[in-house]
């Protein structure tokens, strides 16, 4: 029999030995994972002898990973803003990045508009419709994408973090006028694909061979997506309102320019925490 920690510290080792740059933090999601534990429940019981069945499940998860998988595919859950998230091949992973809408989101409504009607669009597994609406109480949330794989993995986090009495889910695709159905909002936020595509095959396998390509395909130049979401949508602000978009390094300037030609009052940006300019907010 062995213990957890003996099972832990081949995994981490392997890891290591493959190149992961976070091979202590991997290997503890995967062992918490693969015995039905939180990670602080692992690290309470590391000491403690396991069963084959957890060590088998581990060694499964280890070759899956040094295969190329990410672990929020191996584990099926990922956290996106203090809240759990479940995630599947049918949408990309939520990162730390992103979490500079949300930031951008509250710094616009709280105090202001703490019942706003916001539009999540490219919403693919909801992380962001999740962490808004768990952070602003008040608000009511359209989801949408073009997915109805996508669309169903947002429902269930919707309903996992108890917000399906505020949230509709919605296909339709964003590269084209709106339903006629959908009334006015508050905000826009939207995390669409923005990849040129003669980058895409230059991505890290990671991310090349197990995320979504439809939802990181922004088009010859990347700004597909901008360009149609500000062409049609927003028509759907109202006077005031406010649109969020996440961009890629370097076209935050290109995007901004785009918001102010076409109406916007004013426009600005938001870093990350790697001092990128990842959001930009245009206001009518």
Not at 18 to 35: K, P, Q, Y
Not at 156 to 184: G, H, K
Not at 197 to 207: G, Q, R
Request: with cysteine; net charge negative; charged share 25%.
């Amino acid at each position: 029999m062995k213990t957890y920690n003996d099972i832990y510290l081949s995994l981490r080792n392997a890891l290591r030995l493959s190149g992961i740059e976070s091979f202590n933090l991997e290997a503890r999601i995967l062992m918490a994972c693969a015995a039905g534990k939180t990670v602080t429940q692992l690290l309470q019981d590391i000491n403690y002898y396991t069963t084959p069945a957890v060590e088998e499940k581990v060694e499964e998860y280890k070759k899956r990973r040094l295969a190329g998988e990410p672990v929020a595919y191996i584990t099926g859950m990922w956290e996106f803003y203090g809240l759990p998230i479940k995630v599947t091949p049918d949408v990309l992973i939520p990162r730390m990045d992103t979490e500079v809408l949300i930031d951008a989101a509250k710094e616009l409504l709280i105090g202001r508009n703490m019942n706003a009607r916001v539009l999540d669009l490219c919403c693919g597994s909801g992380c962001i419709t999740c962490a808004i609406g768990h952070e602003l109480p008040g608000t009511k949330l359209v989801a949408v994408d073009i997915s109805a794989m996508a669309l169903e993995v947002c429902r269930e986090n919707v309903c996992m973090n108890r917000l399906n009495t505020r949230v509709i889910c919605l296909q339709t695709d964003v590269l084209s006028s709106p339903p006629a159905s959908l009334s006015m909002f508050d905000l826009i936020v939207a995390n669409p694909p923005y990849i040129c595509s003669s980058e895409i095959p230059t991505l890290d396998t990671s991310v090349r061979d197990f995320e979504p390509v439809w939802a990181l395909d922004g088009g010859d130049d990347g700004y597909k997506f901008y360009k149609s979401i500000i062409k049609y949508w927003k028509t759907l602000l109202r006077p005031g309102g406010s649109i969020i978009f996440e961009v890629g390094e370097g076209q935050a300037e290109t995007v901004k320019d785009m918001l102010l030609s076409a109406g916007f009052r004013t426009a600005y940006t938001r870093k990350d925490t790697l001092d990128v300019d990842r959001a930009v907010i245009g206001t009518m």
